[in-house]
């Protein structure tokens, strides 16, 4: 068969150029996953873990159809493909991405609660991938809001990452969460010359990151104090229990 009667039996039957092209990127990020995967168990290089979430998430954005310039069609810009409401398979992915990166981040945090060995740097950069991961739906999602419900959205958000962060002993996850939400905010707010108020958000921000840096160790004592047992607790990072 010549190309050009390939290329006619391709784009008259089984898949178009934008299928093909969503399939051969996906088939390529799947196989960069296993490799990676392999190559971690082999040298247990932390860093790995990074380039291991890269592939992972370049396999959500193939499944997505995000490679598929049709994906555009019917939406007002890159911001409606990550607003939950809508039902965007990007936003779905991208959210299951980051709590599954976070997922795997703990439960290597679980096998080195005290911080000492390669487990622990291995969750370190799967954190830094699953807090703007997470942030990035959640909070283009309730920046989609107006008025109260958008500040209060954005405020929830921030609530939920701090106790989550706190609770796992990650710095690196509030930071990197903060850090992206604060661009994020900064991006859309200049983008459409409005939102006065957000100066003060990010000054808010600014003033949460501080706060929580030097009082993160009584905050994070008081708040396991505070929680009930639950499953995996007592693999955690150790924490002040008080006096009996």
């Known amino acids: 068969m010549s190309p050009d009667d390939l290329r006619a039996a391709v784009a008259s039957g089984i898949l178009s150029e934008q299928q093909a092209a969503s399939l051969g990127a996906l088939v390529t990020s799947a196989i960069s996953l296993v490799a990676l995967l392999g190559w971690y168990r082999i040298y247990r290089l932390p860093f790995t873990m990074f380039l291991i979430g890269v592939a992972g998430l370049a396999v959500v954005l193939s499944i997505s159809g995000t490679l598929d310039p049709s994906v555009l069609d019917g939406r007002q810009g890159w911001r409606d493909l990550f607003d939950l409401r809508g039902g965007s398979g990007l936003a779905i992915g991208t959210l299951v991405f980051g709590v599954l990166a976070a997922a795997a981040g703990l439960w290597f945090d679980m096998r080195d609660p005290h911080r000492l ?7 370190f950069w799967l954190h830094l991938l699953a807090a703007p991961a997470i942030v990035n739906t959640l909070g283009l999602t309730a920046m989609s809001l107006h008025g109260g419900a958008q500040l209060l959205a954005v405020a929830l958000t921030l609530a939920v990452m701090t106790v989550f ?11 990197a969460g903060l850090g992206y939400l604060a661009w994020l905010i900064w991006s859309l707010s200049y983008q459409s010359g409005q939102g006065l108020e957000w100066p003060v958000v990010l000054i808010l921000i600014g003033g949460a990151v501080t706060a929580l840096g030097a009082w993160w160790i009584p905050l994070r004592s008081v708040l396991m104090r505070a929680l009930p ?4 607790k007592d693999r955690l990072p150790p924490y002040a229990k008080g006096t009996p």
């Open 117 to 123: 060995g390669r487990a622990s740097a291995s969750a």
């Open 165 to 175: 962060a706190l609770i796992i002993d990650r710095r690196s996850f509030l930071t």
């Open 229 to 232: 047992g639950f499953p995996g």
